[in-house]
């Protein structure tokens, strides 16, 4: 049965500091690097938040957060010095990055609470989060603006809290993580990252001349039949375990028992969310999956690559297909259209944003997911131990709200799941949790659900 959390409702305040540019330690090249037509397309130009927060560590005690992360990341921005420069638009909207040096911009603050406050279970979305990290006024633009905000939050119990702000057209999930490995490898004293970065984005530019060779379903231009409806719009995570991963796997037949735990969560949200939309039967729905092409190349991309190397293949059906078929055979479109993602199929999308102007992918009854988890975020050490929570600080890309990221998380018993943020109508929201909490059995199995959730309105 899905819990509210008691750290909804939490009220804090935070001092800050006046935000400063923190520079790479030492002179970096001035040049100008191009992205590739992967980075550069419409979806990437957003700023994506991410948060991890970290408990009071005895061995770190005469250690300030703030000037070993600080410091952690002058250094590291001498390795990924584009990081520290500003993004310019050329001809077509092509983007680059003017290497200024100027660096990230970092804000030090304080706030008057405890981590035991936020209790027990640590989900998007976050109390006072615009509290955590301050939207500083002028940044908010995809060019001429840093491309990295972060802020460094000390809580009364010595614990902390970095909240990072990233442009994502300077790389993806497994390129973020690089870096953030790095930066915590230098907090905890090295000199240099073990894995250097590698920027070379002229591997995923369009071909010449460009040339569309793959089926784009994700582009399709789709005519709304319905008004938009943004009002009342709430935020909840439901958390899920490995017993509710267990519940859906015996929903499916014996041929799809192979597919993995993202493709199950993936159908099951996407099946959950039709029915809680009441979407007429004979409108198409799309399922568009995050796919990391890094492992469909050949010859591999080099170690070290940290742009964008991602695609939405979309899954489409009716709704009324996805909501009375069996549950197997939502989980099939979503394996088939992840089976989709190869070398040519990258190639075809950077083609295609050069042909048709970097458009955006279709957001008429569309749905998006993003497998965060296998990242685990959490493992990120900048010598305060493994983070309590780490990965997206909330769900949806700027003004599409209709993204969830899976992250891996525990909830208040400790057990290993995956957790989702999700935005929804009040109403529809009320209807997914319902619908979500009988596909898992909760309803006749009380005692092992692991389904939890907390809420925000927009």
Known sequence: MALSSSSSSLKFTVRRCQPQLVPPAIPTPHEVKLLSDIDD????????????????QASMVEKDPVQVIRQAL???????????????????RKLMVD??????????????????????????????????LYDVPGTQEITNTPLLLLQVTRLKCGGFILAIRLNHTMCDGPGFKQFMSAWAEMARGATKPSIAPVWHRELLMARDPPRITCNHREFEQVQDTLPSSDQNMVQRSFFIGPLDIA????????????????????????????????????????????????????PPLPVG???????????VTTAGKLCRKPFGYAVELINKVKGEMTEEYLQSVADLMVIKGRCLFTTVRSYMVSHLARLNLREVDFGWGEAVYGGGAKAGAGRFLEVSY????????????????IWLPA????????????????????????ATFIMSTL
């Not at 002058?74 to 077509?92: D, K, N, W």
């Not at 742009?307 to 899954?315: L, Q």
């Not at 909830?411 to 799941?417: S, T, W, Y």
Request: negative net charge.
């Open 406 to 421: 899976f992250c891996s998380a525990k909830n208040g018993k400790g057990e290993e799941g995956i957790i989702f943020p």
């Open 305 to 315: 690559y940290y742009g964008n190397v991602v695609a939405y293949p979309a899954a």
């Open 41 to 56: 397309q419409e979806a990437l130009r957003t700023h994506l938040p991410v948060i991890q927060i970290y408990r009071k």
């Open 247 to 298: 519940a859906l796997r015996r929903l499916i037949p014996l041929h799809l028992q192979h597919c993995t735990t993202f493709d199950l969560i993936t159908a099951c949200l996407w099946r959950c969310r039709t029915k809680a939309l009441q979407i007429e039967a004979d409108e198409d729905v799309r399922m568009m999956c995050v796919v990391n092409g890094r492992g469909r190349f050949n």
């Open 74 to 92: 002058s250094q590291t921005l001498v390795f990924y010095y584009p990081f520290a420069g500003r993004l310019r638009e050329g001809p077509h």
């Open 99 to 132: 290497c200024t040096g100027e660096g990230a911009m970092f804000i030090e603050a304080d706030a008057d609470v405890t981590l035991d406050q936020f209790g027990d279970s640590l989900y998007p979305p976050f109390p006072c989060f615009h509290e955590l």
């Open 427 to 450: 109403e529809a929201m009320e209807r997914f949790a319902e619908e979500f909490n009988l596909m898992l059995g909760n309803k006749s199995q009380p005692q092992t659900s692991s």
